[in-house]
């Protein structure tokens, strides 16, 4: 997956971020997100206990003990606040967090996510990603269009281990921005030159095409 | 005073077979002296409850190698690979169980509370086998409070009643673990006089804390690395 | 910045026969400026929970003779007189619950924590009625968690963003009802610049405020006393 | 009841607790415990969020929102810390309390303890109670041998309303302490110049004499 492509989706994600809100980040893309918020002020929980999550320090000021869920040293913002693990799910599950974005291995025309486990292969690892999804106000997922091996990410059905029954409510990958409302998938705009059928092609899922949809070039 | 032991003293509390409740997230906030004890010892068939099994050869991940471990129980060993290797082998189990659920699970384990309804995990694999309930129209699974032996803890600074303060996200599970095994060993950077800290500063209140442990790391660019 | 509101605009956010969290210990750490404006108001029909019913005429205790009140819920009514001759009468609706169950009940409100299971109160008339359960040999009764549509609350002081500090024992309720309400108004003795409290100080982080008023009453002689 | 009787009990009581236990105790004669102390210093637990109570200020440095669970001013012992409801009956019901000291209505003669409701009055407050009933490591009933009518207070079966099954460890009335051991009652020692038939009269309950029972006067 390229830079630009990872970049272009942190960037559209962040314009649905608005003024204000907290927001938790899961690994991969989202991590990017911070840098194109621009004057946007979002105030980032994080997992292992804080709010108020700050940029990457210099290397003078990297302290492995204030570091971020994906194990990065970071830095605290202005009014951050600390606490321990169970009053950071208290948070998380609670629905204290506005939005979270995560990165996904499938989601279905419903929005069903799949985003800890690949059937077949090991399953030692599920983090807090279930609480997230269970519990976040607001879910977007950010990810590439198709998995590495070239296949549908966005399908008909999960066939990898559901997340949880909660859905999300928005997917953006490099080609296109889709909304989840009442079990349907909705195409709100492109991001890339992609056609409409060539999308429908690599997108198993079905989604409907709105007529405000924003199609890039068509 | 709380008793103040040397590290190889604390594991006289420790017993081959044991439910050990280990403090941290990564290496952050681990007890790294009390587990170099464990693996210098002769404890074995131990399970560990801990969000993960550290790193490769760090902190828990020492342990594991040292192939004093029967069973885990966190949310995240993937990233060890000596935990993936050990769990193929057969040579270690290993439990799965979400990261809030693991947090709330242990909380309640010290809080005189048998058990737990959430909504994290329904519908999912890790709910199979698992009680479902519907509570105003939502659906939960039941998930049973977790209790330790022994919970063996970082903090930052103990007073000298056993009030603990943490620092920063090195924080993490060590609170709710402190309140949820029979004896809890706390290793700290440095004990000071009782009365240092303020009344709102405090952390873990000292009834929780049964012996506190002097760390044998120093801290240095950010990190603990091994005194010599 | 947190939106700040004068006391008589914060009440825009509760309804008649709305269900209201109210902080509160006796009278410390109750958000007596938004009391007032609750007595002054036209709300009625609603039900209060909060451990007690503040005292006679003072606290909660001006809101039930008011004749504001359906229905309290919490664990302490009968110091309050004329709770016991509302209750009497029929004029009040009293639920009662162990003190430290509505304290858990209203964190797992908050938790997205659907119930719990609780050795308290199990085998006793409060258990009437309440599905029991027996954890690895122990019995437990289960209770379901408490929310409300708006949560008052008291903090010493709030910072621009809206984290909060409490005043010693005023704390008690305060942090588990901030959690546990769809709407939650924070009122405090001073506001404060957003950076004045460390990231260890703050008790009630911000996320959980969504309002903030300021206290009418001022301290003298460690009592809150009305300003004139 | 007279002044000295609630000093009697006050003072057995205290031997009772060892040095460094935390303690909570319950309303009436437990909350004159700490002085008579002496030189042993216990942790008091003050379930309205205080661990490390000390006794009441001078009245320059009263302080309405430093309160014990009695809603009286108090103060706070070096090492105190602060913390919320939740936190504090995490302590109590989880086992943290080494000792709770309370008064009763009714003791029956395994130990069951009826401490917060009267029969026919009306009901409206339980507090803390059933919770330190039912958490505490020990229980320690500290009350008047009979009920203000005269009527024994440690009964064969209780009248009044349980606070729990978990049952009482001793109880400690101006005339006697007993001990309750796997569902029986056990005189331990007396108090006052009450001959052992006296005491059975004026004790409901069956009670077992043992030879080591220090009788004061006989």
């Keep these: 997956m390229s830079l630009s492509d990872r970049i272009k989706i942190a960037k559209r994600v962040a314009q649905e971020l608005k003024e204000g809100e907290i927001v938790n980040l899961g690994v991969g893309i989202p991590t990017i997100i911070p840098d194109y918020l621009d004057d946007k002020k979002v105030y980032l929980q994080s997992e292992n206990g804080l709010l108020g999550m700050g940029p990457t320090p210099s290397d003078d000021d990297i302290d492995m003990d204030l570091i971020s869920a994906s194990k990065k040293p970071v830095s605290m913002d202005k009014g951050a606040s600390l606490f321990d693990s169970s009053d950071s799910f208290l948070m998380i599950r609670g629905g204290h967090i506005d939005t979270a974005v995560l990165g996904a291995l499938q989601v279905d025309e419903t929005g069903e996510v799949a985003n800890w486990a690949v059937p077949g292969e090991t399953i030692l690892g599920v983090g807090g990603a279930m609480d997230l999804v269970a519990g976040a106000r607001r879910m977007i997922i950010a990810s590439m269009h198709l998995s590495k091996d070239g296949s549908p990410k966005i399908v008909k059905k999960l066939s990898f281990p559901s997340s949880g029954t909660r859905k999300a409510d928005m997917i953006v990958t490099e080609h296109a921005v889709f909304q989840f409302l009442e079990g349907k998938m909705y195409l709100i705009e492109t991001l890339s030159d992609v056609s409409i059928e060539a999308l429908r092609e690599m997108t198993d899922a079905e989604f409907h095409v709105l007529e405000k949809t924003k199609v890039e070039t068509n | ?228």
């Design chain 2, 1 to 228: 005073m709380k008793k103040r032991l040397n590290p190889a003293n604390a594991l006289q509390f420790i017993k081959s077979g044991d439910t050990l409740l280990v403090g941290g997230f990564g290496l952050s906030g681990t007890p790294l002296t009390l587990i170099d004890e464990l693996v210098k010892s002769d404890k074995e068939n131990l399970t560990v409850i801990s969000n993960n099994l550290g790193e490769e050869g760090k902190g828990l991940g020492k342990l594991l190698v040292a192939g004093k471990l029967k069973k885990a129980k966190g949310s995240y060993f993937t990233t060890n690979r000596d935990a993936v290797k050990a769990w193929s082998k057969g040579e270690l189990e290993i439990e799965l169980i979400p990261q809030g659920t693991l947090a709330e699970a242990i909380r309640c384990g010290g809080a005189g509370i048998g058990g737990f309804y959430t909504k994290t995990g329904a519908g999912t694999k890790l709910a199979e086998g698992k009680e479902e309930k519907v509570i105003d129209g939502e659906s939960y699974i039941f998930e049973k409070a977790i209790k330790g032996d022994v919970a063996i803890i970082k903090a930052l600074k103990a007073d000298t009643l056993g009030n603990l303060i943490y620092d920063k996200t090195a924080r993490n599970f060590n609170p709710v673990m402190a309140t949820a095994a029979k004896v809890v060993i706390a290793e700290v950077d440095e004990v000071v006089e009782a009365g240092s800290f303020t009344p709102e500063e405090v952390v873990t209140p000292h009834l929780y804390v049964d012996y506190v442990v002097v760390n044998q790391y120093v801290k240095k660019g950010g990190r603990y690395i091994e005194s010599i």
